[in-house]
């Protein structure tokens, strides 16, 4: 179901990824398709590259990759996205111990060659692809993970790995460590690769121990509103904040935020400039809200959900800084509409989406009003938990 957009269905996008690999290789059938989800954070924001929680869903928006075995040693790679930069088409040889794959133009091959690169099982064959993807670039929705997850979900089908699913996500992490120098933590890649229907998913990003907590009332839903203002996170803003969240460790003596409370925090106001302490506060305030929301939304207590929502956005507003007006906009505009339980922004920041829970009674009242309220046009998409990564039929 959706509201004031209609994103492309799965089988749509996957008849789109089959068109564009006849055209590209010559009027031939592709014999393998894969899909990874996008996703939405709940809420623990900026939290997982502290060792911290956090409660992610699986979406229903996946990319696509579709494509044949070859008996050569080389890749060729097709994107079906409109907004990817020049070329479409990349052709390169599988990497060789001595002769590794390494970044470069265009942008968007990165995160596939980066995920050939960091395979954990081989001989790779030679093969070629096409990928075509209805997760929003620069919304938030982490169509990187989503892409990476699924190249390596591709790579599963021509030449089979342990299937440790951690090991998975660890190695799609790797891949936008060193590929897309986007020093991401866990989260976007573990929930793409375990997301469950009907569930969202509280990730121990010190542990790596993942819970589901059921999110299945029919009368509750997920609405997430794209302020369609991109954000680019490869600049200094992401690398930055995490820089100061290791620093604020260090200054606590903590291995990470995660062991440190906001006693810890006040001990040491004399040892941390302002900025470098509100960053800390919103990460260990942000690690405990999200415990407790795990918690609530367990027990169907969606007000108090909506509370901490609500809470954990002005944190980000005013303590991390990566909120920007149009996100704020969106979400004050949510919390005035009858029904909704809460809202807040969701992924990195400086743009992208709010995530929004309500009624389900609500979403028409509320899409309505926020669209009036806002200074520019958003888009709706109404979500629920989706499945992870996964073999498709053709």
Not at 251 to 267: F, W
Not at 298 to 317: K, N, Q
Not at 342 to 354: H, L, V
Request: glycine residues 8%; contains cysteine; negative net charge.
């Amino acid at each position: 179901m959706m509201a004031g957009c209609q994103a492309t269905s799965l089988p749509s996008l996957l008849e789109k990824a089959r068109r564009v690999y006849r055209e590209s290789f010559g009027d031939t059938e592709p014999e393998i398709a894969v899909s990874a989800p996008g996703r939405v954070n709940l809420i623990g924001e900026h939290t997982d590259y502290n060792e911290g929680l956090v409660l992610p869903m699986a979406l229903p928006m996946v990319t696509v990759v579709v494509g044949s075995q070859t008996a050569d040693t080389s890749v060729s790679i097709v994107t079906a996205a409109e907004e990817a930069d020049e070329p479409r088409r990349v052709d390169f040889p599988l990497p060789q111990d001595s002769n590794p794959l390494t970044p470069g133009e265009p942008k968007w091959a990165n995160y596939v060659k980066g995920v050939i690169q960091h395979y954990r099982a081989g001989p790779l064959p030679g093969f070629r692809a096409v990928i075509a993807s209805n997760v929003p670039i620069g919304g938030g929705l982490s169509s990187s993970a989503s892409l990476e997850v699924a190249v390596y979900t591709f790579l599963q089908q021509i030449c089979s790995d342990d299937n440790d699913l951690v090991a998975k996500a660890l190695a799609c992490q790797k891949a936008e460590h060193t590929f897309a120098s986007m020093p991401c933590g866990i989260m976007d890649q573990f929930i793409s690769v375990m997301g469950k229907e009907g569930h969202a998913l509280l990730i121990d990003c010190r542990s790596l121990e993942a819970t589901l907590v059921p999110l299945t009332n029919p009368g509750v839903v997920i609405l997430i509103t794209n302020s369609n203002v991109r954000h680019s996170l490869t600049g200094s803003e992401y690398p930055s904040r995490r820089r100061q969240c290791e620093e604020a460790a260090r200054a606590l003596g903590k291995a990470s935020l995660r062991e440190a409370s906001m006693e810890d925090l006040e001990a040491a106001k004399d040892r941390l400039d302002s900025e470098t302490s509100r960053r800390a506060r919103h990460v260990i305030g942000e690690i405990a809200r999200t415990a407790r929301a795990a918690k609530v939304l367990r027990a169907g207590e969606y007000r108090e959900f909506g509370r901490l929502m609500v809470e954990s956005h002005h944190s980000l507003r005013d303590d991390y800084d990566v909120s920007c007006p149009e996100l704020d906009q969106l979400v004050a505009a949510a919390m005035e509409v009858e029904g909704v339980h809460g809202s807040r922004m969701t992924g990195g920041g400086f743009g992208g989406c709010t995530v929004t829970l309500l009624e389900a009674s609500a979403v028409d009242r509320a899409t309505q009003h926020i669209q009036e309220k806002y200074s520019r046009t958003a888009t709706f998409y109404i979500t629920t938990p989706s499945e992870g990564a996964r073999a498709l039929s053709l």
